[in-house]
């Protein structure tokens, strides 16, 4: 009885597995899956039982760089990263081979796919939208995997360089039309101004000639500089008036004295 006792007690201390918090475990029994382990200490009788445990935390997945080619026919590269998690340890083990890299092929297709059916400038400016959509297929497809798609990031699009520079040519055009443009409103708006300028000034008397006073003291302050003064056109015609009186009444006192 001792020792069918100690080899009972060596039995169970062989067969205790523990599962920590993170895992789940798939027992077999006689081969065929019986249930699923869950965190702590279970017993797995040796020879009639066996178990595989599963990691149930989010993994990070990168992609290798693919090579696709976009709906308007230009070559790319691209890569992304994939997080998912098991949400069923049994299926995955049961449903496919290597959760793992099935997820990565998958994913790797459904890139390609996704990057064939949109243009270059969607793909560049709408790149969470095909982000998202990605996720979505893939997250479809390994539902029956046990496996449940997170997210999915594209990390970089890697463009011919010339196509680089072609686009680079195109931002520069629209930067030279926006400046263009930009300058064309500007002359509008100082050309209204002088307008309503001119038509104040021409309503006042004296004040285009107070605006060019002014504007000869901002000039002058500098010493090296030499200005030249135009007199109106009014004070010469003054001065104008003035001298052919002057004229008249001479040759009216040459008159009286003959």
Sequence with gaps: MITIMVLLIILILVSIKQINEYERGVKYTLGKYSSVMQPGWNLVFPIFQSYQKVDIRTKAVDVPE????????VSVRINAVIYYKIFDASKSILAVENYYYAVSQLAQTTMRNVVGSVTLDELLS???????????VIDEATDPWGVKVENVELKDVALPEEMKRVIAKAAEAEREKMAVIT??????EASKNLAIAASTMASVPGALHLRTLSTINDVSSDQ???IIFALPIEIL???DGNANKEKIEEIITK????
Aim: glycine residues 2%; aromatic residues 2%.
């Design 66 to 73: 693919q090579e696709a080619i976009t709906k308007d026919n």
């Design 126 to 136: 709408e790149r969470e939208k095909l982000s998202n959509q990605i996720c979505q």
């Design 183 to 188: 300058k064309a409103e500007g002359e509008v």
């Design 224 to 226: 090296s500089n030499t």
């Design 237 to 239: 015609r003054a001065f």
């Design 255 to 258: 008159i009286n004295n003959k």
